[in-house]
């Protein structure tokens, strides 16, 4: 996969994509401090990065983490779902996690695409004790996760998919996702592409809201602004765009001189 893309709505791009009304504000409740479930910073875990990211491609990844975490936007918890299969949230949700746990405070990836889970497989771990595990079982969601490093975390599918599918709306995983808010400070989700199934929605409604992931060359507009006009319906934010596999007519060095 490429991975060169840009965020579209740093650019302004993103007006072609959603109506002129201002987006709708968070409605998400402060949760309160939970000092017994945060999960502290260990001097003894090696801070260093897991994932092979090229100078360019940190680049882009920082500009995006500042974009969304860093910057007036100031989310916590957001959700990475495409239009459409292979527009690269895994990809991208793994990084931008990577990125922003150098940067500061604790980071939980979590992957909720229980059809398809491959979030594990881009930090090299396996599938077998997860968010699906945690949906159906008992026990602190501190159980369930897996440290990368000093300050990043994976919550991945699980080992019952088929029986984490059927709670994802419920609210068993309301309260997981509580507890994810009060035990970590970020945390970012993997979803399912939207036309696919609705639970980048309802995973949405939780959250500061969702990053909408396009493929270059290949996601249509009109399945961009229906997805758009499908978040906006159910009162989900969405924090932006990111247009991936994009490819340069003449050599990226010059392309980003212009």
Not at 69 to 81: E, K, M, S, T, Y
Not at 171 to 186: G, I, K, V
Request: aromatic share 4%; proline share 6%.
């Amino acid at each position: 996969m490429s991975r060169n893309f840009e965020l579209l709505s740093q650019l302004g791009k993103m007006q072609e994509l959603l109506p002129t009304e201002e987006m709708a504000p968070s409605h998400l409740p402060t949760p309160e401090a939970a000092p017994d479930l945060a999960i502290p910073e260990e001097d003894n875990v090696p801070s260093i990065p897991t994932l092979e990211m090229s100078g360019t491609v940190k680049d882009e990844i920082s500009k995006l983490v500042q974009n969304l975490f860093l910057g007036p936007q100031n989310c916590h918890q957001i959700v990475f779902a495409g239009c459409e299969s292979g527009s690269g949230s895994t990809w991208t949700c793994a990084h931008a996690g990577e990125i922003l746990a150098q940067t500061r405070g604790t980071v939980c990836v979590v992957d909720c695409h229980l059809r398809a889970p491959r979030l594990h497989e881009e930090f090299g771990q396996q599938n077998h004790h997860g968010l699906s595990d945690a949906l159906i079982g008992t026990g602190t969601i501190r159980e369930y996760v897996c440290r990368i490093s000093r300050r990043l975390w994976l919550l991945s599918c699980g080992s019952a998919p088929d029986a984490g599918q059927n709670l994802l709306s419920s609210t068993r995983m309301r309260s997981r996702m509580a507890e994810l808010r009060a035990t970590f400070d970020y945390v970012l989700i993997d979803a399912p592409p939207l036309n696919a199934s609705s639970d980048a929605i309802m995973l949405g409604v939780e959250t500061d809201g969702v990053v909408l992931m396009l493929k270059a060359n290949s996601s249509r507009r009109e399945s961009a602004k229906k997805a758009v006009q499908d978040l906006r319906a159910a009162n989900v934010r969405t924090l932006g765009a990111v247009l991936n596999q994009r490819t340069f007519p003449i050599p990226e060095k010059l392309y980003r001189r212009l």
